[in-house]
C-alpha cells in the first residue's frame, strides 16, 4: 500500500517553514506576500534591470563628457576667428602694437553671437576692453518672488541679492583671472568652470598676437551645457515611464502566466496529499498549449499512473490474500481431520495433502515475492544489448543437465550468428523459464517443448511450443492474469501459482514487446498443443 508520510521542515524556527498539513493557500495577485517568491523574483529583477537603464541614461556622463568637447571645439574655431580678426583690424602701432577697444568692440556687436555665449577682451593687464554682453545691451535679470501681504513674515529681498554668493563670485574671479594668466604666456586654455552666477560653463581663453607680441587674452564660455543636459534628460521622461509601465505589464503577465499558475499546481500536489486523492485535475492549465499546460498534463498523467498502479497493489494484495487462503484452509481442515483419523491409509493421504498444500504455499510465496519485486528490479538497471541465442542456450542446457525420467525435453532452433536485442539479460530469462516451465507442465510424458529464436525486420520473435491439450479458445487472453490456475482435466492441481503467464507479460511488456498465446492445429483444425509467442525489439 502507498504511504502518504508528510516530512516536516528541517528548520522550525524560519518563519517560511510551511508546516506538514499545511495546504498552500494561492490568492489572486499576491506579489510580496510569501506565497509567492517566483512573482517577488519576477518584479524584483524586472525592476532592477529597468532602475540600472534609468540611471545609466539620467546621468549620461558620456553624453555630458562628449558635448563639453565638442562646445569647447566650437568655441576654440569662433575664437580663433574672432582673434584674427582683432589682430588685423583692431591693433595698431609700429614697432610697439596695441589694441583699440573702441574697434574691438565694433568687431564684436558685429559678429552676432549666440545669446548662451560671452566674450570679453582683457589687455595685458587684465583689464576688460570689451565685453559683447556690454556691447549687446543685455542685461541678465531673474525673476522676483511671489509678493506678500501686508505685515507678512517672510525673507527680505534686495536687487543685489540677485547676484550669486560672494565667495563663488571670487571664485569665478579667480577661475579666469588664472585662464587670463596662461593664456598670456601664449598658450590656449580650454577649462570647464563656474561662473559668478553660479552656471556651468565651458571656457575657452585665446592670446591675441600681431606677430608674436602678446596684446591680450580673449575669451569666450558658453553656459548652454547644463541646459542642454537638463533638456536631454526630460526627454527621456517618457521614455522612462513607457519602460516603467512594459516592465509592470510584463512583470504582471509573468505572474499571472508562471508563477500563480505553478502556485495552484503546488496547491493542488498538497490537496492530493492531503486530502488522499488519487488524481490531480486542472482542466484549464491543462489546456494550454505551452511548458505549463506540459508540466499540468504530465502531473495529471503522473497522477493517474500512480493511482493505477495503487489500485493493482490493492487488488494484488486481495488476490494474494484469497490465494493464500486456499491452501491454508485445506491445511487446517487436514490437520483437523488427522486428529481423529486412525494411523493405517487414510492418515497417509492425509499427510500427503498437506505436503501438497505446503509445497503449494511455498511455490505461491516465491511467486508472490518475485512480483512484488518485480518493478524494482526492472528499474533498476538499465538496458545493454546482448546475444538472446546464448542466453536461451544456457537456459536450456540447465533444464537438460536437471532433467528427469519421463518430463519433456526442451530443443532449440536459432539461426547462424548472433541474434542481439537490447534489455536485461535475468528478467527476459526468467520470462522464458516461465513459458518453457508452462509448456513442459501440459506436455505428455517424454514430450518435446521447442523453442525457436525467428529475427524479423527490427524485432525478434521467440516462439515457445508444446504438444499439450492446448488452451480454451476463450482463454487465450485471460492465461496471462494473475493467478490463472484454470488446468484440462486429469492435470495435477496446485502446480502452479497462476503469476508466471502474468510476470512474463509484465516483463515483456516493460521492454516494449508482446508475449501472446495461440493454439496449434493440425491439418483437419483438431488442437495439438499450444505456442507463445514473444516479439521483442531487435537492436543494431
Not at 7 to 22: H, L
Not at 59 to 76: F, H, M, Q, T
Not at 429 to 448: K, M, T
Amino acid at each position: 500500500m502507498a504511504s502518504a508520510t508528510a516530512t516536516a521542515s528541517p528548520d522550525p524556527q524560519k518563519s517560511e517553514a510551511r508546516q506538514p498539513d499545511a495546504p498552500r493557500r494561492v490568492s489572486r495577485w499576491r506579489f510580496w506576500s510569501r506565497g509567492s517568491r517566483l512573482g517577488r523574483l519576477i518584479v524584483g529583477l524586472n525592476l532592477i534591470g529597468l532602475a540600472v537603464l534609468i540611471s545609466g541614461a539620467l546621468v549620461l556622463n558620456e553624453i555630458r563628457r562628449g558635448l563639453v568637447e565638442a562646445r569647447i571645439d566650437s568655441l576654440s574655431v569662433q575664437g580663433d576667428l574672432i582673434v584674427q580678426l582683432m589682430a588685423e583690424a583692431a591693433t595698431q602701432g609700429e614697432p610697439v602694437p596695441f589694441l583699440q577697444a573702441d574697434r574691438a568692440a565694433q568687431l564684436l556687436q558685429l559678429l552676432h553671437l549666440s545669446p548662451s555665449q560671452r566674450v570679453r577682451l582683457y589687455d595685458t593687464q587684465g583689464r576688460l576692453l570689451a565685453d559683447s554682453y556690454v556691447v549687446d545691451d543685455r542685461v541678465e535679470w531673474r525673476a522676483l518672488p511671489p509678493a506678500r501681504r501686508r505685515g507678512e513674515a517672510g525673507p527680505s529681498f534686495r536687487l543685489q541679492d540677485a547676484d550669486a554668493d560672494p565667495k563663488v563670485i571670487d571664485k569665478a574671479r579667480r577661475a579666469l583671472a588664472e585662464e587670463w594668466r596662461e593664456a598670456m604666456l601664449g598658450e590656449r586654455v580650454r577649462n570647464t568652470r563656474i561662473a559668478e552666477n553660479g552656471a556651468t560653463v565651458v571656457s575657452v581663453s585665446i592670446p591675441v598676437q600681431r606677430v608674436k607680441a602678446v596684446l591680450g587674452v580673449l575669451t569666450l564660455e558658453a553656459s548652454d551645457v547644463d541646459e542642454i543636459i537638463a533638456a536631454e534628460r526630460l526627454a527621456l521622461i517618457p521614455f522612462a515611464l513607457i519602460a516603467i509601465a512594459v516592465t509592470l505589464l510584463s512583470s504582471v503577465l509573468l505572474y499571472a502566466l508562471v508563477a500563480r499558475p505553478m502556485l495552484r499546481l503546488a496547491e493542488a500536489a498538497d490537496r492530493v496529499r492531503l486530502n488522499r486523492a488519487r488524481a490531480i485535475s486542472l482542466p484549464d492549465l491543462a489546456r494550454r498549449q505551452d511548458e505549463i499546460g506540459d508540466l499540468s498534463r504530465s502531473l495529471e498523467e503522473m497522477t493517474d499512473t500512480l493511482s493505477s498502479r495503487m489500485d493493482a497493489i490493492e487488488r494484488f494484495a486481495a488476490d494474494v490474500a484469497h490465494e493464500i487462503r486456499n491452501p491454508l484452509t485445506s491445511i487446517r481442515s487436514a490437520v483437523e481431520t488427522l486428529e481423529i483419523v486412525p494411523d493405517g491409509a487414510g492418515r497417509e493421504k492425509l499427510l500427503d495433502i498437506l505436503k501438497q498444500d505446503v509445497g503449494r504455499l511455498d511455490r505461491l510465496i516465491g511467486d508472490i515475492s518475485n512480483a512484488s519485486r518485480l518493478d524494482a528490479e526492472l528499474s533498476r538497471e538499465s538496458f545493454r544489448r546482448f546475444d538472446v541465442t546464448r542466453l536461451l542456450t544456457d537456459i536450456l542446457s540447465i533444464y537438460d543437465a536437471a532433467r528427469k525420467s519421463g518430463e519433456a525435453r526442451v530443443s532449440l532452433t536459432a539461426p547462424e550468428g548472433e541474434t542481439v536485442i537490447a534489455g536485461q539479460e535475468g528478467p527476459l530469462g526468467q520470462v522464458f523459464r516461465n513459458l518453457i516451465d508452462n509448456a513442459r507442465s501440459f506436455s505428455p510424458r517424454d514430450g518435446e517443448v521447442r523453442v525457436s529464436v525467428i529475427p524479423e525486420k527490427g524485432r525478434v520473435r521467440i516462439e515457445v511450443e508444446d504438444d499439450g491439450p492446448g488452451i480454451p479458445p476463450d482463454n487465450l487472453e485471460t492465461v496471462f492474469e494473475r493467478f490463472y490456475t484454470a488446468r484440462p482435466k486429469g492435470a495435477a492441481f496446485g502446480g502452479n501459482s497462476g503469476l508466471g503467464l502474468s510476470i512474463a507479460r509484465q516483463i515483456t511488456i516493460a521492454h516494449g514487446g508482446t508475449v501472446q498465446a495461440h493454439n496449434r492445429t493440425d491439418d483437419e483444425g483438431r488442437v495439438i498443443g499450444a505456442r507463445f509467442d514473444v516479439n521483442l525489439p531487435g537492436s543494431r
